[in-house]
T-cell receptor, first 114, second 112 residues
Framework: AQSVTQLGSHVSVSEGALVLLRCNYS??????LFWYVQYPNQGLQLLLK??????LVKGINGFEAEFKKSETSFHLTKPSAHMSDAAEYFC????????????FGPGTSLSVIP | KAGVTQTPRYLIKTRGQQVTLSCSPI?????VSWYQQTPGQGLQFLFE???????NKGNFPGRFSGRQFSNSRSEMNVSTLELGDSALYLC???????????FGSGTRLTVV
């Protein structure tokens, strides 16, 4: 069975500082990984995804993530936090067939301090 | 292009009642998935429909059901509502499994 853990239910960073949100997955087969962001009173928005190919994936709003198979990780980073990055971030995993569920992690709430 | 539309945005229901939520996916998307989001449990998968067929189902009681129409619009129904059903219900559509989801803004259901 697949699962996702996100270390830190809440992360605070100063504006302009590095953002690092952690995601570790468990999967018996090669995983496909996603990061989503949720702003208050809204649905989730896809930030980036890893399916195949390059392990360093760039997404929207300056975010990127690196797939590390040996560490079963897919951490999300952004070099310089902006106030508008304050939101809830979710990591998700699935397998390769269309019959596989997409499993979400518990989420990490990011606060940006001015 | 239009996004995923969920109606209504807010609902207040009484225990024991039933409720129907609606979701219109992005044009051309045939896969529609439903999730329940609560502070304690996070995002829990309810079910997925593809071309009017339920392709996958989560671990929810039979009170939770859904369907998809020929135009890909989907509805989910919850019967005999319980207080614990209070949640944000999110609908998501996708063109292909590995494309990722486009989510609607959700329906916030409060059961009193």
């Amino acid at each position: 069975a697949q699962s996702v853990t996100q270390l830190g239910s809440h992360v605070s960073v100063s504006e302009g500082a590095l953002v690092l949100l952690r995601c570790n997955y468990s999967s018996s087969v090669p995983p496909y990984l996603f990061w989503y962001v949720q702003y208050p009173n809204q649905g989730l928005q896809l930030l980036l995804k890893y399916t195949t190919g390059a392990t360093l994936v760039k997404g929207i709003n300056g975010f990127e993530a690196e797939f590390k198979k040996s560490e079963t990780s897919f951490h999300l980073t952004k070099p310089s936090a902006h106030m508008s990055d304050a939101a809830e971030y979710f990591c998700a995993v699935t397998r390769g067939t269309s019959y596989d569920k997409v499993i979400f992690g518990p989420g990490t709430s990011l606060s940006v301090i001015p | 292009k239009a996004g995923v539309t969920q109606t209504p945005r807010y609902l207040i229901k009484t225990r024991g009642q039933q409720v129907t939520l609606s979701c219109s996916p992005i044009s051309g998307h045939r896969s529609v998935s439903w999730y329940q989001q609560t502070p304690g449990q996070g995002l829990q998968f309810l079910f997925e429909y593809f071309s009017e067929t339920q392709r996958n189902k989560g671990n929810f009681p039979g009170r939770f059901s859904g369907r998809q129409f020929s135009n890909s619009r989907s509805e989910m129904n919850v019967s005999t509502l319980e207080l614990g059903d209070s949640a944000l219900y999110l609908c998501a559509s996708s063109l292909a499994h590995l494309d990722g989801y486009t989510f609607g803004s959700g329906t916030r259901l409060t059961v009193v």
